[in-house]
Protein backbone atom coordinates (compact mmCIF):
# COMPACT_ATOMS: atom_id res chain seq x y z
CA UNK A 1 0.00 0.00 0.00
CA UNK A 2 1.61 3.24 -1.08
CA UNK A 3 0.98 6.17 1.75
CA UNK A 4 -1.07 7.99 -0.51
CA UNK A 5 -3.42 5.44 -0.43
CA UNK A 6 -2.80 4.62 3.08
CA UNK A 7 -3.66 8.58 4.18
CA UNK A 8 -6.65 8.13 2.19
CA UNK A 9 -8.19 5.58 3.82
CA UNK A 10 -6.90 7.04 7.02
CA UNK A 11 -8.09 10.39 7.18
CA UNK A 12 -9.21 10.92 10.39
CA UNK A 13 -5.80 9.92 12.01
CA UNK A 14 -4.27 12.21 9.70
CA UNK A 15 -6.24 14.80 10.96
CA UNK A 16 -5.47 14.05 14.15
CA UNK A 17 -1.35 14.17 13.09
CA UNK A 18 -2.26 17.59 11.44
CA UNK A 19 -3.73 18.79 15.10
CA UNK A 20 -0.58 16.99 17.16
CA UNK A 21 1.45 19.74 14.54
CA UNK A 22 -0.24 22.54 15.56
CA UNK A 23 0.00 21.62 19.17
CA UNK A 24 3.69 20.98 18.55
CA UNK A 25 4.11 24.77 17.03
CA UNK A 26 1.85 26.19 20.22
CA UNK A 27 4.00 24.91 23.12
CA UNK A 28 6.88 26.33 21.16
CA UNK A 29 5.61 29.43 20.60
CA UNK A 30 8.39 31.89 21.62
CA UNK A 31 7.88 35.88 20.66
CA UNK A 32 11.53 35.91 19.36
CA UNK A 33 12.07 34.80 15.60
CA UNK A 34 15.53 33.08 17.01
CA UNK A 35 14.10 30.50 19.16
CA UNK A 36 11.15 29.79 17.01
CA UNK A 37 12.20 29.59 13.28
CA UNK A 38 14.85 27.03 13.71
CA UNK A 39 12.29 24.39 15.68
CA UNK A 40 9.73 25.57 13.23
CA UNK A 41 11.37 24.76 9.89
CA UNK A 42 12.57 21.43 11.19
CA UNK A 43 8.36 20.51 12.53
CA UNK A 44 7.25 22.08 8.78
CA UNK A 45 10.01 19.79 7.04
CA UNK A 46 7.47 16.94 8.39
CA UNK A 47 8.91 13.44 8.70
CA UNK A 48 6.94 10.24 9.18
CA UNK A 49 4.83 10.94 12.28
CA UNK A 50 4.88 7.40 13.25
CA UNK A 51 5.59 7.82 16.83
CA UNK A 52 2.67 10.30 17.05
CA UNK A 53 0.57 8.14 15.46
CA UNK A 54 1.35 4.47 17.57
CA UNK A 55 0.20 6.60 20.56
CA UNK A 56 -3.27 7.67 18.97
CA UNK A 57 -3.85 4.48 17.30
CA UNK A 58 -3.14 3.05 20.28
CA UNK A 59 -4.77 4.77 23.23
CA UNK A 60 -7.84 3.96 20.52
CA UNK A 61 -8.28 0.62 21.32
CA UNK A 62 -9.63 1.74 24.87
CA UNK A 63 -11.79 5.20 25.69
CA UNK A 64 -10.07 7.62 23.20
CA UNK A 65 -10.01 11.75 25.07
CA UNK A 66 -8.37 13.69 22.08
CA UNK A 67 -8.04 16.57 24.93
CA UNK A 68 -5.77 14.35 26.16
CA UNK A 69 -4.31 12.25 23.95
CA UNK A 70 -3.23 14.37 20.66
CA UNK A 71 -1.03 17.51 23.65
CA UNK A 72 0.92 13.43 24.65
CA UNK A 73 1.23 12.61 21.01
CA UNK A 74 2.94 15.88 20.18
CA UNK A 75 4.84 15.86 23.44
CA UNK A 76 6.50 12.54 22.49
CA UNK A 77 6.82 13.81 18.57
CA UNK A 78 8.64 17.11 20.53
CA UNK A 79 10.69 15.18 22.12
CA UNK A 80 11.40 12.59 18.94
CA UNK A 81 12.31 16.21 17.12
CA UNK A 82 14.82 17.18 19.71
CA UNK A 83 16.89 14.42 19.64
CA UNK A 84 17.52 14.12 15.96
CA UNK A 85 18.45 18.03 16.49
CA UNK A 86 21.34 16.38 18.68
CA UNK A 87 21.99 13.56 16.67
CA UNK A 88 22.82 16.45 14.08
CA UNK A 89 25.38 18.07 16.03
CA UNK A 90 27.12 14.53 16.78
CA UNK A 91 27.40 13.53 13.47
CA UNK A 92 27.86 17.01 12.33
CA UNK A 93 25.06 16.05 9.17
CA UNK A 94 24.64 18.77 6.85
CA UNK A 95 20.69 17.57 5.36
CA UNK A 96 17.72 16.40 7.40
CA UNK A 97 14.59 15.29 5.97
CA UNK A 98 15.65 16.96 2.92
CA UNK A 99 16.40 20.54 4.20
CA UNK A 100 19.28 21.79 6.06
CA UNK A 101 19.80 20.65 9.07
CA UNK A 102 19.63 23.49 12.12
CA UNK A 103 23.08 23.45 12.96
CA UNK A 104 24.45 23.51 9.50
CA UNK A 105 21.69 26.69 8.85
CA UNK A 106 21.83 28.23 12.22
CA UNK A 107 24.92 27.30 14.02
CA UNK A 108 25.72 24.79 16.78
CA UNK A 109 24.60 27.41 19.01
CA UNK A 110 21.07 26.97 17.88
CA UNK A 111 20.85 23.00 17.39
CA UNK A 112 22.36 22.47 21.38
CA UNK A 113 19.96 25.20 22.70
CA UNK A 114 16.75 24.23 20.57
CA UNK A 115 17.01 20.66 21.58
CA UNK A 116 17.54 21.71 24.72
CA UNK A 117 14.40 23.73 24.69
CA UNK A 118 12.36 21.69 23.24
CA UNK A 119 12.80 18.63 25.82
CA UNK A 120 11.98 21.49 28.21
CA UNK A 121 8.74 22.03 26.62
CA UNK A 122 7.91 18.38 25.99
CA UNK A 123 8.05 18.11 30.23
CA UNK A 124 5.66 21.48 30.48
CA UNK A 125 3.46 19.70 27.73
CA UNK A 126 2.68 16.52 29.55
CA UNK A 127 2.92 18.16 33.21
CA UNK A 128 -0.18 19.95 32.25
CA UNK A 129 -2.05 16.67 32.78
CA UNK A 130 -0.02 16.04 36.16
CA UNK A 131 0.64 12.79 36.11
CA UNK A 132 3.79 11.28 37.60
CA UNK A 133 3.39 8.24 35.51
CA UNK A 134 3.94 9.81 32.46
CA UNK A 135 6.86 12.44 33.47
CA UNK A 136 8.73 9.17 34.90
CA UNK A 137 8.25 7.19 32.02
CA UNK A 138 8.99 10.18 29.70
CA UNK A 139 12.33 11.19 31.74
CA UNK A 140 13.02 7.11 32.01
CA UNK A 141 13.10 6.87 27.79
CA UNK A 142 15.02 9.68 27.31
CA UNK A 143 17.42 8.51 29.87
CA UNK A 144 17.01 5.28 28.18
CA UNK A 145 17.65 6.84 24.62
CA UNK A 146 21.04 8.93 25.38
CA UNK A 147 22.47 5.50 27.26
CA UNK A 148 21.97 3.77 24.25
CA UNK A 149 23.17 6.47 21.86
CA UNK A 150 26.51 6.25 24.20
CA UNK A 151 26.67 2.79 23.66
CA UNK A 152 26.68 3.21 19.69
CA UNK A 153 29.49 5.55 19.80
CA UNK A 154 31.24 3.25 22.31
CA UNK A 155 31.23 0.64 19.64
CA UNK A 156 32.16 2.46 17.32
CA UNK A 157 35.18 0.64 14.90
CA UNK A 158 34.94 -2.61 16.98
CA UNK A 159 34.39 -4.73 14.49
CA UNK A 160 33.84 -7.69 17.69
CA UNK A 161 30.25 -6.21 18.43
CA UNK A 162 27.59 -8.86 19.20
CA UNK A 163 23.90 -9.16 17.73
CA UNK A 164 22.79 -8.65 21.26
CA UNK A 165 24.91 -5.59 21.98
CA UNK A 166 23.35 -4.05 18.86
CA UNK A 167 19.84 -5.42 19.53
CA UNK A 168 20.41 -3.38 23.01
CA UNK A 169 21.68 -0.16 21.52
CA UNK A 170 18.80 -0.66 18.84
CA UNK A 171 16.29 -0.94 22.22
CA UNK A 172 17.05 2.06 23.66
CA UNK A 173 18.08 4.28 21.15
CA UNK A 174 15.37 3.78 18.64
CA UNK A 175 12.46 1.27 19.90
CA UNK A 176 12.50 3.26 23.50
CA UNK A 177 10.42 5.88 22.26
CA UNK A 178 8.72 3.99 20.00
CA UNK A 179 7.66 1.60 23.09
CA UNK A 180 6.84 4.69 25.23
CA UNK A 181 4.16 5.76 22.87
CA UNK A 182 2.36 2.62 22.33
CA UNK A 183 2.58 2.45 26.49
CA UNK A 184 1.04 6.00 26.95
CA UNK A 185 -1.47 5.63 24.01
CA UNK A 186 -2.96 2.41 25.99
CA UNK A 187 -2.42 3.81 29.31
CA UNK A 188 -4.19 6.50 28.51
CA UNK A 189 -6.98 4.75 26.86
CA UNK A 190 -7.48 3.26 30.08
CA UNK A 191 -6.16 -0.10 29.76
CA UNK A 192 -5.88 -2.48 32.08
CA UNK A 193 -1.99 -2.55 33.06
CA UNK A 194 -1.35 -6.00 31.51
CA UNK A 195 -3.18 -5.04 28.28
CA UNK A 196 -0.57 -1.64 28.65
CA UNK A 197 2.54 -3.48 29.34
CA UNK A 198 1.45 -5.79 25.94
CA UNK A 199 1.21 -2.32 24.17
CA UNK A 200 4.72 -1.31 25.25
CA UNK A 201 6.41 -4.41 24.13
CA UNK A 202 4.63 -4.24 20.86
CA UNK A 203 6.33 -1.10 20.52
CA UNK A 204 9.41 -2.10 21.37
CA UNK A 205 9.38 -5.25 18.84
CA UNK A 206 8.09 -2.74 16.01
CA UNK A 207 11.29 -0.06 16.98
CA UNK A 208 13.52 -3.02 16.52
CA UNK A 209 12.23 -3.96 13.53
CA UNK A 210 11.89 -0.51 11.94
CA UNK A 211 15.67 0.33 13.18
CA UNK A 212 17.38 -3.26 11.58
CA UNK A 213 15.37 -2.02 8.13
CA UNK A 214 16.65 1.38 8.21
CA UNK A 215 20.07 -0.05 8.60
CA UNK A 216 19.63 -2.48 6.14
CA UNK A 217 18.50 0.60 3.91
CA UNK A 218 22.26 1.99 4.13
CA UNK A 219 23.49 -0.73 2.76
CA UNK A 220 20.95 -0.97 -0.18
CA UNK A 221 22.01 0.60 -3.42
CA UNK A 222 24.36 1.31 -6.03
CA UNK A 223 28.19 2.31 -5.11
CA UNK A 224 27.20 5.65 -6.54
CA UNK A 225 24.58 6.17 -4.34
CA UNK A 226 26.28 4.74 -1.33
CA UNK A 227 29.12 7.06 -1.84
CA UNK A 228 27.09 10.32 -2.39
CA UNK A 229 25.83 9.71 1.05
CA UNK A 230 27.32 12.32 2.55
CA UNK A 231 27.70 10.46 6.00
CA UNK A 232 26.75 7.00 6.45
CA UNK A 233 26.72 4.98 8.95
CA UNK A 234 29.67 2.98 7.69
CA UNK A 235 32.13 6.23 7.32
CA UNK A 236 31.32 6.78 11.26
CA UNK A 237 32.56 3.56 12.39
CA UNK A 238 29.14 2.14 13.55
CA UNK A 239 29.00 -1.64 12.42
CA UNK A 240 25.38 -2.09 12.15
CA UNK A 241 23.41 -5.15 11.75
CA UNK A 242 24.05 -6.39 8.00
CA UNK A 243 27.49 -5.94 8.59
CA UNK A 244 27.44 -7.72 12.01
CA UNK A 245 25.50 -10.39 10.29
CA UNK A 246 28.36 -10.52 7.50
CA UNK A 247 31.11 -10.72 10.04
CA UNK A 248 29.39 -13.54 11.65
CA UNK A 249 29.05 -15.45 8.26
CA UNK A 250 32.62 -14.64 7.17
CA UNK A 251 35.05 -17.38 8.07
CA UNK A 252 37.77 -16.26 5.84
CA UNK A 253 38.02 -12.75 8.02
CA UNK A 254 38.69 -10.77 4.99
CA UNK A 255 35.87 -8.32 5.69
CA UNK A 256 37.60 -8.10 9.60
CA UNK A 257 40.70 -7.61 8.19
CA UNK A 258 39.04 -4.58 6.26
CA UNK A 259 37.62 -2.99 9.51
CA UNK A 260 40.99 -2.84 11.01
CA UNK A 261 41.33 0.70 9.72
CA UNK A 262 39.22 3.49 11.39
CA UNK A 263 39.80 5.71 8.69
CA UNK A 264 37.96 4.30 5.25
CA UNK A 265 38.62 5.84 1.63
CA UNK A 266 36.02 5.63 -0.64
CA UNK A 267 37.53 2.09 -2.32
CA UNK A 268 37.36 0.81 1.22
CA UNK A 269 33.58 1.47 1.72
CA UNK A 270 32.34 0.10 -1.58
CA UNK A 271 34.72 -3.52 -0.97
CA UNK A 272 33.18 -3.27 2.62
CA UNK A 273 29.24 -3.02 0.84
CA UNK A 274 30.22 -5.30 -1.82
CA UNK A 275 31.17 -8.04 1.08
CA UNK A 276 28.58 -7.32 3.62
CA UNK A 277 25.94 -8.15 0.68
CA UNK A 278 28.60 -11.19 -0.47
CA UNK A 279 28.45 -12.96 2.68
CA UNK A 280 24.77 -12.38 3.23
CA UNK A 281 24.48 -9.78 5.98
CA UNK A 282 21.38 -7.79 4.53
CA UNK A 283 19.52 -11.44 3.88
CA UNK A 284 20.45 -12.16 7.22
CA UNK A 285 19.58 -8.49 9.10
CA UNK A 286 16.40 -8.37 7.10
CA UNK A 287 15.66 -12.16 8.18
CA UNK A 288 15.46 -10.60 12.07
CA UNK A 289 13.78 -7.54 11.21
CA UNK A 290 11.04 -10.03 9.68
CA UNK A 291 11.35 -11.93 12.85
CA UNK A 292 10.52 -8.71 14.69
CA UNK A 293 7.96 -7.55 12.97
CA UNK A 294 6.22 -10.90 13.31
CA UNK A 295 7.07 -10.72 16.96
CA UNK A 296 5.35 -7.34 16.89
CA UNK A 297 2.48 -8.92 14.65
CA UNK A 298 2.11 -11.39 17.66
CA UNK A 299 1.46 -9.45 19.53
CA UNK A 300 -1.26 -7.15 18.06
CA UNK A 301 -2.83 -9.83 17.46
CA UNK A 302 -3.65 -10.65 21.11
CA UNK A 303 -5.02 -7.08 21.27
CA UNK A 304 -8.97 -7.24 20.47
CA UNK A 305 -10.41 -6.40 17.18
CA UNK A 306 -10.78 -2.86 16.26
CA UNK A 307 -10.47 -0.68 13.17
CA UNK A 308 -6.96 0.70 15.14
CA UNK A 309 -6.14 -3.12 15.29
CA UNK A 310 -5.96 -3.05 11.31
CA UNK A 311 -4.67 0.40 11.01
CA UNK A 312 -1.99 -0.16 12.78
CA UNK A 313 -1.01 -3.76 10.72
CA UNK A 314 -1.19 -1.92 8.16
CA UNK A 315 1.79 0.58 9.67
CA UNK A 316 4.05 -2.77 10.46
CA UNK A 317 3.07 -3.72 6.65
CA UNK A 318 4.34 -0.65 5.09
CA UNK A 319 7.45 -0.75 7.69
CA UNK A 320 8.36 -4.36 5.96
CA UNK A 321 7.58 -3.14 2.01
CA UNK A 322 10.53 -0.72 3.25
CA UNK A 323 12.70 -3.50 3.00
CA UNK A 324 12.12 -4.51 -0.73
CA UNK B 1 35.65 36.90 54.11
CA UNK B 2 37.51 34.04 52.75
CA UNK B 3 35.64 30.54 51.46
CA UNK B 4 37.77 28.34 53.85
CA UNK B 5 36.22 30.91 56.85
CA UNK B 6 32.85 31.03 55.10
CA UNK B 7 32.67 27.07 55.35
CA UNK B 8 33.77 26.48 58.61
CA UNK B 9 31.66 28.66 59.90
CA UNK B 10 28.82 26.77 57.75
CA UNK B 11 29.18 23.51 58.81
CA UNK B 12 26.03 22.17 58.42
CA UNK B 13 25.53 23.77 55.04
CA UNK B 14 28.83 22.44 53.98
CA UNK B 15 27.21 18.92 55.51
CA UNK B 16 24.37 18.89 53.26
CA UNK B 17 25.77 20.41 50.34
CA UNK B 18 27.95 16.92 50.49
CA UNK B 19 24.56 14.76 50.88
CA UNK B 20 23.41 17.09 47.44
CA UNK B 21 26.48 15.98 45.92
CA UNK B 22 25.42 12.04 46.64
CA UNK B 23 22.36 12.69 46.03
CA UNK B 24 23.62 13.74 41.80
CA UNK B 25 25.68 10.70 41.88
CA UNK B 26 22.54 8.58 42.61
CA UNK B 27 20.64 9.73 40.55
CA UNK B 28 23.24 9.38 37.53
CA UNK B 29 23.85 5.91 39.05
CA UNK B 30 23.78 3.90 35.77
CA UNK B 31 25.46 0.47 35.16
CA UNK B 32 27.59 1.59 32.24
CA UNK B 33 30.73 3.21 32.67
CA UNK B 34 30.61 4.95 29.76
CA UNK B 35 27.06 7.06 31.20
CA UNK B 36 28.46 7.66 33.88
CA UNK B 37 32.33 8.54 34.28
CA UNK B 38 31.82 11.45 32.09
CA UNK B 39 29.09 12.96 34.25
CA UNK B 40 30.88 12.13 37.40
CA UNK B 41 34.09 13.86 36.57
CA UNK B 42 32.39 16.89 35.92
CA UNK B 43 30.60 16.71 39.51
CA UNK B 44 33.76 15.44 41.27
CA UNK B 45 35.11 18.51 39.35
CA UNK B 46 33.03 20.73 42.02
CA UNK B 47 31.69 24.00 41.48
CA UNK B 48 30.53 26.79 43.92
CA UNK B 49 27.60 24.96 44.33
CA UNK B 50 25.66 28.20 44.50
CA UNK B 51 22.75 27.38 43.35
CA UNK B 52 21.81 24.21 46.13
CA UNK B 53 23.39 26.76 48.77
CA UNK B 54 20.59 29.55 48.12
CA UNK B 55 17.51 26.68 47.43
CA UNK B 56 18.67 24.94 50.96
CA UNK B 57 19.35 27.99 52.75
CA UNK B 58 15.79 30.14 51.36
CA UNK B 59 14.15 26.68 52.03
CA UNK B 60 15.63 27.13 56.16
CA UNK B 61 12.93 30.58 56.17
CA UNK B 62 10.50 28.04 56.54
CA UNK B 63 10.10 24.49 57.66
CA UNK B 64 12.97 22.87 56.33
CA UNK B 65 12.53 19.34 55.75
CA UNK B 66 15.83 17.69 54.44
CA UNK B 67 14.46 14.75 52.82
CA UNK B 68 12.27 17.23 50.60
CA UNK B 69 15.02 19.83 49.75
CA UNK B 70 18.02 18.07 48.99
CA UNK B 71 16.93 15.96 46.11
CA UNK B 72 15.15 19.05 44.67
CA UNK B 73 18.65 20.92 45.31
CA UNK B 74 20.49 18.02 43.76
CA UNK B 75 17.84 18.32 40.60
CA UNK B 76 18.86 22.12 39.97
CA UNK B 77 22.68 21.65 40.38
CA UNK B 78 22.14 18.78 38.07
CA UNK B 79 20.24 20.72 35.29
CA UNK B 80 23.25 23.90 35.91
CA UNK B 81 25.83 20.95 35.58
CA UNK B 82 24.06 19.73 32.17
CA UNK B 83 23.65 23.13 30.79
CA UNK B 84 27.47 23.96 31.37
CA UNK B 85 28.29 20.82 29.68
CA UNK B 86 26.06 21.48 26.78
CA UNK B 87 28.08 25.53 26.73
CA UNK B 88 31.51 23.78 26.32
CA UNK B 89 29.96 22.24 23.37
CA UNK B 90 29.19 25.12 22.08
CA UNK B 91 31.98 27.49 22.87
CA UNK B 92 34.38 24.66 22.13
CA UNK B 93 35.79 24.65 25.33
CA UNK B 94 38.61 22.71 26.36
CA UNK B 95 39.21 23.17 30.32
CA UNK B 96 35.83 24.05 33.06
CA UNK B 97 36.57 23.65 36.64
CA UNK B 98 40.16 23.41 35.36
CA UNK B 99 39.40 19.85 34.05
CA UNK B 100 39.34 18.63 30.38
CA UNK B 101 35.58 19.40 29.56
CA UNK B 102 33.91 16.12 28.57
CA UNK B 103 33.30 17.16 24.85
CA UNK B 104 37.34 17.34 24.76
CA UNK B 105 37.93 14.44 26.72
CA UNK B 106 35.36 11.90 25.63
CA UNK B 107 33.93 13.56 22.88
CA UNK B 108 31.23 15.49 20.96
CA UNK B 109 28.76 12.71 21.45
CA UNK B 110 29.18 12.33 25.08
CA UNK B 111 28.54 15.66 26.06
CA UNK B 112 25.49 15.76 23.74
CA UNK B 113 23.87 13.08 25.45
CA UNK B 114 24.91 13.20 29.01
CA UNK B 115 23.73 16.76 29.29
CA UNK B 116 20.57 15.38 27.87
CA UNK B 117 20.27 13.08 30.33
CA UNK B 118 21.47 15.12 33.50
CA UNK B 119 18.11 17.04 32.28
CA UNK B 120 16.15 13.99 31.96
CA UNK B 121 17.22 12.46 35.15
CA UNK B 122 16.20 16.14 37.06
CA UNK B 123 13.00 16.10 36.04
CA UNK B 124 13.06 12.27 37.36
CA UNK B 125 14.40 13.54 40.70
CA UNK B 126 11.87 16.38 40.89
CA UNK B 127 8.81 14.31 39.94
CA UNK B 128 9.47 11.88 42.81
CA UNK B 129 8.21 14.82 44.84
CA UNK B 130 4.84 14.36 42.44
CA UNK B 131 4.28 17.97 42.78
CA UNK B 132 3.06 20.10 39.51
CA UNK B 133 4.49 23.37 40.09
CA UNK B 134 7.82 22.30 40.90
CA UNK B 135 7.83 20.56 37.40
CA UNK B 136 6.48 23.45 35.61
CA UNK B 137 8.94 26.12 37.02
CA UNK B 138 11.34 23.54 36.02
CA UNK B 139 10.57 23.22 32.21
CA UNK B 140 10.18 26.99 32.20
CA UNK B 141 13.49 28.02 34.05
CA UNK B 142 15.11 25.13 31.30
CA UNK B 143 12.93 27.03 28.31
CA UNK B 144 14.33 30.36 29.40
CA UNK B 145 18.20 29.81 29.71
CA UNK B 146 17.95 28.31 26.36
CA UNK B 147 16.22 31.35 24.61
CA UNK B 148 18.70 33.46 26.64
CA UNK B 149 21.63 31.84 25.38
CA UNK B 150 20.18 31.33 21.81
CA UNK B 151 19.58 35.29 22.08
CA UNK B 152 23.16 36.09 23.25
CA UNK B 153 24.24 34.57 20.01
CA UNK B 154 22.25 36.34 17.96
CA UNK B 155 23.36 39.25 19.54
CA UNK B 156 27.31 38.50 18.92
CA UNK B 157 29.76 40.85 17.02
CA UNK B 158 26.80 43.16 17.59
CA UNK B 159 28.09 46.58 18.95
CA UNK B 160 24.53 48.22 19.35
CA UNK B 161 23.54 45.68 22.16
CA UNK B 162 21.77 47.77 24.73
CA UNK B 163 21.90 47.66 28.45
CA UNK B 164 18.66 46.40 28.45
CA UNK B 165 19.31 43.87 25.92
CA UNK B 166 22.40 42.61 27.86
CA UNK B 167 20.28 42.22 31.41
CA UNK B 168 17.40 40.75 29.71
CA UNK B 169 20.36 38.40 28.48
CA UNK B 170 21.81 37.69 31.11
CA UNK B 171 18.35 37.41 33.78
CA UNK B 172 17.69 34.41 30.84
CA UNK B 173 20.52 32.77 30.64
CA UNK B 174 21.83 32.94 34.21
CA UNK B 175 19.91 34.73 36.71
CA UNK B 176 16.55 32.23 35.95
CA UNK B 177 18.07 29.18 37.96
CA UNK B 178 19.44 31.23 40.72
CA UNK B 179 15.61 33.01 41.14
CA UNK B 180 14.02 29.14 40.91
CA UNK B 181 16.72 27.55 43.41
CA UNK B 182 15.33 30.35 45.69
CA UNK B 183 11.80 30.41 44.31
CA UNK B 184 12.03 26.73 45.19
CA UNK B 185 13.47 26.51 48.53
CA UNK B 186 11.18 29.24 50.06
CA UNK B 187 8.14 27.31 48.51
CA UNK B 188 9.28 24.04 49.73
CA UNK B 189 9.77 26.26 53.40
CA UNK B 190 6.11 26.37 53.22
CA UNK B 191 6.66 30.18 52.76
CA UNK B 192 3.18 32.22 51.77
CA UNK B 193 2.91 33.00 48.09
CA UNK B 194 4.13 36.60 48.86
CA UNK B 195 7.24 35.35 50.24
CA UNK B 196 8.01 32.81 47.78
CA UNK B 197 7.76 35.53 44.54
CA UNK B 198 10.32 37.49 47.42
CA UNK B 199 12.87 34.98 47.34
CA UNK B 200 12.25 34.28 43.39
CA UNK B 201 13.08 37.91 42.85
CA UNK B 202 15.97 37.74 45.14
CA UNK B 203 17.24 34.81 43.53
CA UNK B 204 16.96 36.97 40.04
CA UNK B 205 18.93 40.32 41.35
CA UNK B 206 21.62 37.97 42.70
CA UNK B 207 22.14 35.61 39.84
CA UNK B 208 21.99 39.33 37.80
CA UNK B 209 24.97 40.71 39.51
CA UNK B 210 26.72 37.57 39.77
CA UNK B 211 26.91 37.29 36.08
CA UNK B 212 27.74 41.14 35.74
CA UNK B 213 31.07 40.49 38.40
CA UNK B 214 31.81 37.51 36.32
CA UNK B 215 31.79 39.31 33.12
CA UNK B 216 33.63 42.12 34.65
CA UNK B 217 36.51 39.51 36.06
CA UNK B 218 36.53 38.78 32.09
CA UNK B 219 38.38 42.03 31.72
CA UNK B 220 40.76 42.06 34.51
CA UNK B 221 44.02 41.15 34.16
CA UNK B 222 47.15 42.18 32.80
CA UNK B 223 47.60 41.45 28.33
CA UNK B 224 49.33 38.49 29.03
CA UNK B 225 46.71 36.45 31.10
CA UNK B 226 43.73 38.59 28.78
CA UNK B 227 45.70 36.78 26.09
CA UNK B 228 46.38 33.28 27.67
CA UNK B 229 42.50 32.87 28.50
CA UNK B 230 42.23 30.08 25.69
CA UNK B 231 38.72 31.63 24.43
CA UNK B 232 37.18 34.61 26.42
CA UNK B 233 34.01 36.42 25.66
CA UNK B 234 35.34 39.12 23.13
CA UNK B 235 36.94 36.83 20.91
CA UNK B 236 33.67 35.08 20.63
CA UNK B 237 31.90 37.99 19.83
CA UNK B 238 29.85 38.50 22.91
CA UNK B 239 30.06 42.34 24.29
CA UNK B 240 29.33 42.33 27.59
CA UNK B 241 28.74 45.16 30.28
CA UNK B 242 31.88 46.33 30.69
CA UNK B 243 32.24 46.40 27.00
CA UNK B 244 28.31 48.01 26.16
CA UNK B 245 29.17 50.69 29.19
CA UNK B 246 32.14 51.68 27.46
CA UNK B 247 30.96 51.76 24.39
CA UNK B 248 28.24 54.01 25.89
CA UNK B 249 31.01 56.31 27.36
CA UNK B 250 32.87 56.25 23.83
CA UNK B 251 31.86 59.72 22.40
CA UNK B 252 34.90 59.69 19.60
CA UNK B 253 33.45 56.26 18.47
CA UNK B 254 36.94 55.08 18.41
CA UNK B 255 36.19 51.77 20.69
CA UNK B 256 32.97 50.93 17.81
CA UNK B 257 35.43 51.25 15.16
CA UNK B 258 37.29 48.48 16.30
CA UNK B 259 34.61 46.14 16.84
CA UNK B 260 33.83 46.43 12.81
CA UNK B 261 35.55 43.70 12.03
CA UNK B 262 34.32 40.41 13.61
CA UNK B 263 37.76 38.80 13.55
CA UNK B 264 40.11 40.17 16.81
CA UNK B 265 43.62 39.69 16.36
CA UNK B 266 45.91 40.08 19.72
CA UNK B 267 46.47 43.34 18.90
CA UNK B 268 42.74 44.10 18.46
CA UNK B 269 41.62 41.80 21.60
CA UNK B 270 44.79 44.19 24.05
CA UNK B 271 43.21 47.51 22.15
CA UNK B 272 39.69 47.24 23.06
CA UNK B 273 40.47 45.63 26.37
CA UNK B 274 42.06 49.02 27.22
CA UNK B 275 40.02 50.53 25.58
CA UNK B 276 37.32 49.24 27.82
CA UNK B 277 38.77 50.72 30.79
CA UNK B 278 39.82 54.17 29.47
CA UNK B 279 36.43 54.55 28.80
CA UNK B 280 35.19 53.61 32.13
CA UNK B 281 33.53 50.30 31.08
CA UNK B 282 34.55 48.17 33.86
CA UNK B 283 33.40 51.00 36.79
CA UNK B 284 30.11 51.37 35.64
CA UNK B 285 29.88 47.95 35.09
CA UNK B 286 30.75 47.09 38.42
CA UNK B 287 28.50 49.92 39.94
CA UNK B 288 25.75 48.06 37.87
CA UNK B 289 26.71 44.70 40.05
CA UNK B 290 26.47 47.18 42.79
CA UNK B 291 22.99 48.28 42.30
CA UNK B 292 21.76 44.70 41.66
CA UNK B 293 23.69 43.10 45.29
CA UNK B 294 21.79 46.34 47.25
CA UNK B 295 18.79 45.53 45.60
CA UNK B 296 19.19 41.61 46.60
CA UNK B 297 20.17 43.07 49.84
CA UNK B 298 17.39 45.14 50.30
CA UNK B 299 14.98 42.08 49.21
CA UNK B 300 16.99 40.11 51.99
CA UNK B 301 16.25 42.46 54.26
CA UNK B 302 12.42 42.33 54.02
CA UNK B 303 12.55 38.94 55.44
CA UNK B 304 12.50 37.45 58.89
CA UNK B 305 15.84 37.50 60.76
CA UNK B 306 17.58 34.40 60.67
CA UNK B 307 20.91 32.41 60.51
CA UNK B 308 20.38 31.54 56.93
CA UNK B 309 19.49 35.49 56.39
CA UNK B 310 23.07 36.17 58.09
CA UNK B 311 24.78 33.41 55.82
CA UNK B 312 22.80 34.59 52.23
CA UNK B 313 24.36 37.79 53.59
CA UNK B 314 27.50 36.48 53.45
CA UNK B 315 27.19 34.96 50.48
CA UNK B 316 26.07 38.10 48.49
CA UNK B 317 29.49 40.09 50.17
CA UNK B 318 31.42 37.10 48.93
CA UNK B 319 29.84 37.91 45.43
CA UNK B 320 30.67 41.06 46.03
CA UNK B 321 34.19 40.65 46.77
CA UNK B 322 35.07 39.18 43.43
CA UNK B 323 35.03 42.40 42.08
CA UNK B 324 38.02 43.79 44.02
Known amino acids: MTMEIFWNQNRKLLSELIEVKTIMKNTIGHPDSFVRDPIFQMIEAGGKMLRPSLLILSSKFGKFDSERVL ?31 IQSKFGKDAAVYSGDYMIARSFMLINEQYDKNMIQNLSKKISQICAGELKQYRFRYNPNISIYEYIKIVSAKTAALFSLSMYMGAYLGGLDEKKIRLFGLTGLRIGIAY ?22 DLKQGFYTLPLICALKNDKSDSLKSLLETSNFNDEDICKIYNLVIEKKGIRDAKKMARRYTEKAYDALERLPKCESRNILSDILDSLLERQY
Do not use: F
Open 211 to 232: QIIDDCLDYSGTDATILKSSHN
Open 71 to 101: PIAAAVELLHTATLIHDDIVDNSQLRRGVET
